[in-house]
């Protein structure tokens, strides 16, 4: 996020957080869940099987 923020100032930083959450929730999702077998929780998944 800092290097967005760096090269591309505020803009940067607002596509870097975003991009920041789904890299994190693709990594959870395939690799974690389908590689490992384990079960990893993902706030919006919990919220909508409530």
Not at 20 to 34: E, F, G, P, R, S
């Amino acid at each position: 996020m800092t290097v967005f923020g760096l090269l591309l100032g505020v803009v940067g930083v607002v596509v870097a957080s975003p991009l920041a959450i789904v890299t994190c929730v693709a990594v959870k999702k395939l690799y974690v869940a389908d590689t490992l077998g384990e079960d990893t929780p993902i706030p919006t998944e919990a919220a909508a099987q409530d």
